[in-house]
């Protein structure tokens, strides 16, 4: 059974930073895409930033130069830093991963940014 648990969300200064985690289970984790997405209210979920299993990264334009995301295969785990937050970055924030055909997603974990 897949599972991806989320953590590290919290509400923080602009300016300020935070890195999420996501712990992966039930998965090849070394061989899997992982991707965070974002969902604030009254918008669509969009994707932050994608890790591939061939080591392959990707962010949206919005969060380029101040997001990384990285991965400890040892530990299953994918996380993303965010640093130099902005009002508009706060939402849910997914991880996700497709394996065996299916989509899987988090619980989710909020990130509050104010001014």
């Known amino acids: 059974q897949v599972q991806l648990v989320e953590s590290g969300g919290n509400l923080v200064q602009v300016g300020g930073s935070l890195r999420l985690s996501c712990t992966a289970s039930?998965?090849?984790?070394?061989?899997?895409?992982m991707a965070w997405y974002r969902q604030a209210p009254g918008k669509q979920r969009e994707l932050v930033a994608i890790?591939?299993?061939?080591?392959?990264?990707s962010y949206s334009d919005a969060v380029k130069g101040r997001f990384t995301i990285s991965r400890d295969n040892a530990q299953n785990t994918v996380y993303l830093q965010m640093n130099s937050l902005k009002p508009e970055d706060t939402a849910v924030y997914y991880c996700q991963t497709n394996w065996n055909r299916q989509a899987y997603w988090g619980q989710g974990t909020q990130v509050t940014v104010s001014s």
């Open positions: 890790s591939t299993g061939r080591r392959m990264i």
């Open positions: 039930g998965i090849i984790f070394t061989v899997a895409d």
